[in-house]
């Protein structure tokens, strides 16, 4: 089981902030694949790939990483301006916020 993790418009087109998923896949594409297939939602937030960028751990991958052993993949958009040695703070940020608003959800604290 893994915990797959969508921001920004990845997320909403996806409609969850995160889930857990049951995965044979070895690679980032290959979870992709199989997400694809899962429903048209997926195929539509995967349709174009060079617009997402993955991250395993909170550590920023390509797509073709293996995922063997992650507890985590998050996916979302390219992020533009700033200094590009700060996308893993940045990441670790929208994890945490992510997973702060999934429990507020949980706890009916989030309308």
């Known amino acids: 089981m893994i915990e797959v993790v969508y921001f920004a418009w990845v997320r909403e087109r996806i ?3 995160r889930e857990s998923h049951e995965t044979s896949a ?9 997400l694809k297939h899962k429903q048209e939602r997926y195929a539509v937030a995967f349709s174009d790939l060079s617009a997402i960028r993955v991250a395993i751990d909170q550590d920023l991958v390509d797509m073709d990483s293996s995922i063997e052993n992650a507890k985590e993949v ?5 992020m533009t301006g700033g200094c590009q040695t700060h996308l893993p703070k940045v990441i670790r940020m929208w994890a945490r916020l992510s997973h702060f608003v999934g ?3 949980m706890m009916n604290w989030a309308a």
């Open 15 to 17: 409609g969850e902030a």
């Open 26 to 34: 070895k690679t980032v594409r290959d979870l992709i694949e199989e």
């Open 74 to 78: 998050a996916f979302f958009p390219p």
């Open 103 to 105: 429990s507020c959800a």
